[in-house]
């Protein structure tokens, strides 16, 4: 196992007690960094005199020399991908792909990078963000303990994939800015801005140019105003004040605090590495750190979200200046075509240019021989013969042995033996291996093995060998509440299992309504050390409404004598088999009648609250913090409780009365002020916390998509009034719902564009719930989803303005036999729905047909039916119209 051990300096013992913390490899969402106009921002970066033309003579320089040159073309050391949320016009993706082209040139990985872009409409003064799509920690091959690296830096120097095929850099750009100059020749005018330039540097951000510091400046003072991090990023470990002191040495600098602050706002700031100092002679990289007013008049705290740190000083680094790509702003008619010596060199050191030992983690064993293993990688020359495993028996790891003779593979495998003679007592072996470049540059596994510099603490790995009595780490939690009788196959979520010696199996029990257990084995998921999955594959025809599924779940280890753990500890999961009802064109209900059999209800109930005149749909009063599913998807305590209402009576949706029309009343947790609901990825916003949303599925609750963005007490001020108008010690407000608060709530099912009239949808109302803050709850009364009474002008007959023009029914009234004929449309559309249904909506007949010449023609036989009004719905495309039948007996 790998381990972050306290080390006794002071006292070299070989018997020193070692307090041990597992340092596993972490990984968390990247940071984002968002880029504006000139105008947006504030920034004022003028051009030179004679920019433009000089600018020009450059390009067309450059072209000369480019189309005279005989030598080989460049060859990419890198692999970047970049893939499209919509493709862009050609010109545009010719930008993106030679900005990406550069960066590949200079970059080296043996994993590829991906990198996702979204060319889209964003708000006025927004040019585009980009970012890391996740951060990662305490990998094999980083150079620094607990310190954060951007997902595509981190697998180049791990020389693993960490994340499949999902994207390392998210990069999103604005599709509206009228200005943009598209082009990789040429010059734009004094108005427009470079988009070559802007991707260039948003990559830039990406691939490493960013860090984990942020200011807290809610206070509106300078002297009261903090900053600080979680725990660093790589970028963060090289930045210095103007007295060389770095600035994450909490030595020197308290975490989280307004001496941190004092410095991000001196203008005296520096990124101070070996690379960087060589290529700037011997001047360090001077960082984006303005005094409050004096080089940003508008800005009184001087701090700029997005600009401050985690960039180049624009005065520093003017336009035309070969440092200038990464400024916190660029100039209307500027290029910054190039990477440049400092961004070269800040790059190489933060880990795009080193050496790594890659070794194969050791587990805990039985047996008394054991194979040690390293890869060496590096992009430098380094010293085979510097190469030492350093290991000790029970001892400390300052008493170590060295290896120095090892069996070689490949170029660049080396492994060792170890036979211990056998022994009834546990032995602890402790090791880490170190090398060195041909500079004389030490480079370790674990990182900063075995003592990190100027701490008490040591960096290594250790195992045991001896009988083992270590139960397996496993987490899982059952998210599975409901499942309809339609489903077949079910997924489990993915189960993350551990242990000191190694998983042997891991199998799941389970039983239909209390029959025999029937057995089915976990199976790895391929490329991931812990990861497991497994799903439920029901014939069809297995399940009934009202079946009740038990599971349980059991892992082994390797153990001689296995170690064991079920899941959960003792009985069951269970989960209810659901059955959907007929479709229909509307739902309406008061909640008076208590319809509880159209509901399946989890953290609801269909109840009258206290002060209310009449039955309502009702989340729990108060409803209680998330405790069931863990966000990290890792078992973590920042967990979450979905609470659904769903509407088993799937909706036939319209397309000229699409809604959903309910009262309400939310008190429920607001998010943090201003907050959006939704991330740039599309995922929901943390800072939203505690939400209510109605969701829909068109494919019998397999995918669920939103028909508008969540809320919360923050939709209203009278809601968010009583919220804050009672709250206990931690934080909950005691506030009770009451008729006062009453609003009215319309959504539209047709405005996420996820549905589309003819689609037979399933509803469901959920309250979200996290850890946080809770409250009084939801209260929904008066439902009405595509009723008659939110229709304005019910369609009776054929009138002109109508979808369908030409759609004849005969006879009506009818005894029986109904006619129905339409010409086929103009927009090529041959398919045609048929849904006949009561005055209340509930569904009698559905047909569905295809046109095989130019008109429809189909007789519906009613005679079965009662006498009395029906309604005959005819759907073809995004069209729809309504018809009242009679039927006379």
């Known amino acids: 196992m790998r381990v972050f051990l306290l080390v006794n300096l002071l006292v070299f013992s070989l018997f020193n007690s070692l307090f041990a913390q597992k340092l596993k490899m972490e990984m968390k969402p990247g940071e984002m960094i968002e880029e504006y106009t000139p105008e947006k921002s504030g920034i004022i970066r003028k051009l030179p005199e004679g920019y433009y033309d000089k600018t020009l003579a450059q390009i067309l320089e450059k072209a000369s020399k480019k189309s005279l040159a ?89 020389h693993a994939n960490f994340n499949g095929t999902e994207s390392d850099i998210l990069a999103t750009f604005n599709s509206d800015f009228p200005d943009w100059f598209i082009g990789t020749n040429g010059v734009p005018t004094s108005n427009q801005i470079d988009l070559y330039s802007v991707v260039l540097h948003e990559m830039g951000h990406g691939l490493g140019f960013i860090g984990q510091i942020q200011a807290d400046i809610t206070s509106n003072s300078t002297s009261l105003a ?9 970028f963060d470990q090289f930045i210095f004040d103007s007295k060389n002191k770095q600035l994450v040495d909490t030595l020197i600098y308290k975490n989280n605090s307004n001496q941190i602050f004092k410095q991000i706002i001196s203008d005296s700031l520096f990124f101070s590495s070996s690379a960087v100092l060589r290529n700037n002679a011997g001047v360090s990289a001077r960082l984006y750190a303005p005094k409050p007013t004096e080089r940003f008049p508008t800005n009184p705290m001087g701090y700029m979200e997005g600009s401050s740190v985690y960039h180049v000083d624009q005065s520093t680094y003017p336009p035309g200046n070969l440092n200038a790509l990464m400024t916190p702003q660029i100039a209307r008619g500027e290029i910054t075509a190039q990477l440049g010596p400092i961004v070269k060199g800040l790059f190489n050191d933060i880990g795009w240019y080193s050496s790594n030992i890659i070794d194969a983690e050791l587990r805990d064993t039985e047996e008394s021989e054991v194979l040690f293993t390293a890869k060496v990688y590096s992009d430098t020359l380094w010293d085979e013969k510097s190469l030492k495993l350093m290991y000790s028996i029970d001892k400390s790891i300052l008493s170590a042995t060295p290896v120095t003779s090892f069996t070689k593979k490949g170029a660049n495998t080396y492994s060792y033996l170890l036979s211990l003679p056998k022994s009834t007592a546990n032995r602890k072996v402790s090791y880490y291996w170190t090398a060195n470049e041909l500079s004389g540059k030490k480079f370790t596994s674990p990182a900063e093995a075995p003592v990190i510099a100027g701490t008490k603490f040591g960096s290594y790995n250790e195992f045991v060998i001896g009988v083992d009595t270590v139960k ?114 509307s739902y309406v209900s008061n909640f008076d009648l208590a319809p509880s059999s159209d509901f399946y209800l989890k953290g609801f109930d269909i109840s009258q609250p206290n002060g209310f005149s009449s039955p309502s749909l009702n989340s729990a009063h108060p409803y209680a913090d998330g405790s069931e599913e863990s966000y990290d998807g890792g078992g973590g305590s920042d967990k979450f409780t979905n609470n659904d209402a769903l509407l088993l009576k799937p909706i036939i949706i319209r397309s000229d009365t699409a809604k959903i029309y309910f009262d309400e009343v939310a008190l429920v947790e607001p998010g943090d002020k201003g907050e959006a609901f939704l991330n740039v990825d599309g995922t929901v916003n943390r800072s939203f916390f505690d939400y209510v949303i109605v969701q829909g599925s068109s494919d019998l609750g397999k995918t669920w998509f939103n028909f508008s963005n969540g809320w919360d007490a923050n939709s209203f001020s009278i809601w968010q009034n009583a919220w804050n108008s009672k709250t206990d010690k931690d934080g909950n407000s005691t506030a009770t719902g009451s008729p006062s608060l009453l609003k009215k709530r319309e959504i539209d099912m047709l405005a996420s564009g996820k549905f589309k009239p003819g689609d037979q949808v399933i509803i469901r109302f959920r309250l979200h719930a996290d850890v946080g803050a809770h409250g009084w709850g939801w209260w929904i009364d008066n439902l009405n989803i595509q009723g008659a009474s939110t229709i304005s002008n019910p369609i009776l007959a054929i009138e002109p303005g109508t979808d369908i023009r030409d759609l004849q029914v005969s006879p ?13 449309l103009a927009d090529g559309n041959k398919e045609v729905n048929i849904v006949f249904s009561d005055m209340m909506g509930k569904m009698l007949i559905s047909k569905k047909y295809q046109l095989t010449g130019n008109l429809f023609k189909e007789e519906l036989d009613l005679s079965a039916l009662a006498q009395g009004t029906y309604l005959l719905h005819v759907q073809t495309g995004d069209k729809l119209i309504s018809r009242k039948i009679v039927l006379i007996k």
């Open 812 to 824: 009506n009234p009818t005894s029986g036999l109904l006619l129905i004929q339409m010409p086929l």
């Open 472 to 585: 397996p780490i496993v987490v899982y939690s059952n998210p599975i509440q409901y499942i309809f009788t339609s489903q077949t196959n079910i997924p489990l979520p993915t189960l993350l299992a551990q242990d000191n010696i190694g998983i042997d199996t891991i199998y799941m029990e389970y039983a239909i309504n209390g029959a025999v257990l029937k057995g089915q084995g976990f199976k790895k998921l391929t490329g991931d050390t812990y990861s497991y999955s497994n799903a439920f594959n029901f014939l069809a025809g297995t399940l009934k409404s009202g079946d009740v599924v038990k599971y349980r779940i059991v892992v082994r280890d390797k153990a001689k004598i296995a170690n064991v753990v079920n899941l959960p500890a003792s009985g069951f999961y269970e989960f209810k088999v659901l059955g959907i009802s007929a479709s229909t064109i």
């Open 226 to 234: 903090t900053a600080g991090y979680g725990y660093p990023g790589i």
């Open 70 to 158: 005989t030598s080989v073309p460049t060859v990419s050391t890198s692999e970047v991908i970049v893939t499209y949320e919509v493709p862009p016009p050609a010109n545009v993706k010719a930008v993106f792909e030679q900005a990406a082209a550069t960066w590949a040139n200079y970059l080296k990985s043996d994993i590829p990078i991906r990198i996702y872009v979204k060319w889209r409409p964003l708000a006025t003064g927004i040019l585009g963000s980009a970012g890391a799509y996740s951060s990662v920690r305490n990998f094999v091959g980083a150079n620094k303990l607990n310190t954060w690296y951007p997902i595509a830096l981190a697998e180049k120097m791990a």
